[in-house]
């Protein structure tokens, strides 16, 4: 969920002027379950035109490290080394694969 805080701290920094009713709407909006229900999120409307498979969703559990369920070991070798080729040197960026609690 989006927090309270970075909203605010957004408005303050941006240009964009929202009231307290909009950063709750927003709020409401990001929140993982619902983005999860969004079916432009989801890509919907390409999987009727045959670019995505209809089976499942593009936005999954939100759990960090679900990856694991769905990667096989190649694939995750795969993508280790195309982080390491492509972006190392982005020092503020980071993956965070696992955490230590998690509800």
């Known amino acids: 969920m989006v927090s309270l805080g970075f909203t605010r701290r957004n408005?303050?920094?941006s240009r964009i002027s929202l009231s307290e009713?909009?950063?709750t709407d927003l709020r409401e909006h990001l929140r993982f379950d619902n983005f999860a229900k969004n079916e432009?999120?989801?890509m919907e409307p390409a999987k009727q035109f045959g670019h995505f498979s209809t089976e499942g969703h593009f936005i999954r559990k939100g759990k960090t490290g679900d990856w694991k369920n769905h990667f096989s070991?190649?694939?995750n070798k795969r993508i280790d080394?195309?982080?390491d080729k492509n972006l190392n040197g982005c020092a503020d960026l980071k993956f965070i694969t696992q955490l230590e609690f998690q509800d």
Do not use: G
Request: glycine share 0%; proline share 7%; aromatic share 6%.
């Open 11 to 13: 408005r303050k920094d």
């Open 21 to 23: 009713e909009q950063l």
């Open 40 to 42: 432009s999120v989801n």
């Open 73 to 75: 070991p190649e694939m």
């Open 81 to 83: 080394e195309w982080i």
